[in-house]
């Protein structure tokens, strides 16, 4: 199998019925992904999901099981998010043909991390806050409501239709000189940007607003390497240092 | 929505599970089609395909039920049957991304059918040979199997992202003079074909072998139209009525 299938992980946040997790794995194995991760499954391990997985026992075997979306995206280098809603704030969306192409340029050998949210209502604002780029299914406008192990099997036809047959000299086309950043990485950068910008009072932790949203965004696009980030960690440890001595001389 | 999504019939030949049903109704919708045939569905109507067709209820309680494949295609002026195996006889085929521009082009203004075989045996060889195109979605080699439902999601899928956003212009590209022959006209003509050729001892009608399937074959890939049906039925019309005088006047 292609190694860049190998390197796409299904990720099923919160998912309520338990054959939609079998239906999931079913799907993945007909077009050669293998990767289900599971976040707070709400009825797993169950006979309704080895039921519906059929003969992809092994994906469901192997699925890992986490408590939280952090867990399941740390060492990702790409994260993408499906989603129906417009978003108040918008953000860089691909369809499901597209994406193929996005994750051979961009993943950068590390994992990519597809999101599928719950049955009701897909996945939180916060959630998608997360994700580099937003899913779109063009579907009815009327009811474009996919079940989630359809959707599941949607995204991983158009990754078998590209992904199977796309050459390793094909994806390098646009390989980098650094590795890109671990989600955990730029996280923890995020969390560094946070307090630095509550310290000067350009955040108010009371009423934080959509700054952070917005900086997420913005690096978000930007597809850090590694580098980059220790770079940025380097430019806030020194604003803080900065900060430190002027506020030991005096009160602000 | 698009006038030749509306005339794409999904035709399950003898679902076995009810929840399979709901399932294909539900992707249809999503999709932007609504013409669900049934033939000899074993277990329905069911609360189990309601339940799965979600939001598609209605396209559920629209669905046709009948109790011959002949009687789902009669009016259609092509006929997909979606197969993972190879056959003996090599057929014309088609990928679930190539579908959408031959239903634009050879349909004619007759509806479309789409046939999804039994969960475990898919489509039988005779039903198979009803077909003009048998339909493959690519897939794992090493595990193909595509749940029925799931199967009807990426057909959909596939017609919703191509026929949604076609002009009537593009479609009318190939337009013909005559009106395509309907599947019901076109049998006729092979069961009046068969009758003379076993008359004239072409075919031992206890062991027919293969010479009526190479015949489908090829007329299916001529697409006829009304006017060269009748001339062929008129041409075989005219050799009986020769034969007859022939016999009359002696033995053979």
New interface residues.
């Given amino acids: 199998?292609s190694a860049t299938l190998d390197n796409v992980r299904i990720v099923l946040v919160e998912t309520s019925h338990p054959g939609n997790i079998g239906?999931a794995a079913?799907?993945m194995?007909?077009?050669?992904l293998s990767r289900l991760w599971l976040v707070r499954p709400q009825r797993y391990p169950d006979p309704q999901a080895e039921w519906?997985a059929?003969?992809?026992l092994d994906v469901l075997d192997a699925a890992v099981v986490v408590d939280t979306l952090d867990a399941a995206l740390a060492d990702c280098g790409l994260v993408v998010g499906t989603s129906t809603r417009q978003r108040r704030i918008p953000w860089p969306g691909v369809t499901a043909?597209e994406l193929p192409g996005r994750v051979a340029v961009e993943a950068g050998g590390r994992p990519t991390a597809v999101l599928f949210g719950r049955e009701a209502s897909g996945l939180s604002n916060d959630e998608l806050r997360r994700c580099h780029l937003h899913l779109q299914?063009?579907?009815?406008p009327?009811?474009?409501?996919?079940?989630v192990?359809?959707a599941v099997?949607?995204v991983c036809?158009e990754l078998?239709?590209d992904l199977?047959t796309r050459t390793e000299a094909t994806a390098a086309a646009d390989v980098w000189d650094r590795a890109p950043a671990s989600v955990a990485d730029v996280d923890a950068f995020y969390v560094h940007l946070e307090r630095l910008l509550e310290r000067v009072d350009f955040i108010d932790p009371a009423n934080p607003g959509q700054v952070m949203t917005r900086f997420r965004r913005l690096f978000g696009r930007v597809r850090l390497d590694e580098t980059e980030v220790a770079m940025l960690r380097g430019m806030l440890s020194e604003i803080e240092r900065a900060l430190s001595g002027t506020e030991h001389s005096g009160p602000k």
Same sequence: chains 1, 2.
Avoid at 137 to 140: L, Q, R, V
Avoid at 142 to 147: D, I
């Fill in positions: 199998m239906g079913r799907a194995k007909t077009m050669g519906r059929a003969g992809a043909r299914i063009p579907a009815n009327v009811y474009p409501s996919l079940n192990a359809m099997q949607v036809y078998y239709q199977a």
